[in-house]
């Protein structure tokens, strides 16, 4: 789940009072440091999108319940997730499930809308950012641990067998343009 989250937004600036936003019907409103920054894109965060090739949650800042933020899998008596949260969120009351967003957080619903709060990951970080290669191409953890620990052999061999039939030339072609994001992604910050 955090792969939505990382790397978390470096920009400091208030979260209140929430800014009105809709989109496309979805109603309801953001952060105020959100508002006025050019990351913002259609209620997602655009921040490292050449390196992630998707969009983050916005911040939210904290929310305020104390409890480890170490990532846990998700299980009920009718749900165990595919995905972690925050081990603090895991039994929280605010905890949803939403059809199409997966997991989220309904504190302070009221306030925020269609445009709900992230988990809260505290200062919790992940080794390594999840990549993602074009579809229809599959990728997975250990692909994407391996491009941040430039380990090319364990890329290909894991690349081969997620994504069967693809050669080791384009195995290698994806590592290098993998690698490319990631180092011109930080670079640019």
């Known amino acids: 789940m955090y792969k939505k989250y990382f790397p978390a937004c470096d920009i400091n600036g208030p979260i209140e009072p929430p800014v009105s936003f809709g989109h496309l019907g979805i109603q309801g409103a953001i952060p105020i440091k959100c508002s006025n920054c050019p990351k913002l894109f259609e209620g ?61 957080c309904n504190q302070d619903a009221d306030k925020w809308g269609d445009f709900k709060r992230g988990l809260d990951w505290g200062a919790w970080k992940p ?50 343009i993998l690698r490319k994001r990631i180092d011109n992604d930080f670079e640019a910050c």
């Open 44 to 104: 997602g965060c655009t921040r490292h999108i050449k390196m992630v090739g998707d969009y983050l949650y916005l911040d939210h800042g904290p929310c305020g319940i104390d409890g480890p933020s170490d990532p846990v899998i998700y299980e009920n008596a009718f749900i165990q997730s595919k995905v972690t949260v925050p081990r603090k969120c895991s039994d929280c009351q605010f905890l949803s499930v939403a059809p199409i967003w997966g997991f989220e």
């Open 127 to 176: 080794d390594f950012i999840y990549l993602q290669l074009p579809q229809p191409k599959i990728t997975t953890r250990i692909l994407s641990q391996a491009i941040f620990e430039n380990d090319l052999l364990t890329f290909i061999r894991e690349y081969r067998r997620v994504n069967l039939g693809l050669s080791i030339q384009e195995a290698k072609a994806d590592f290098t």
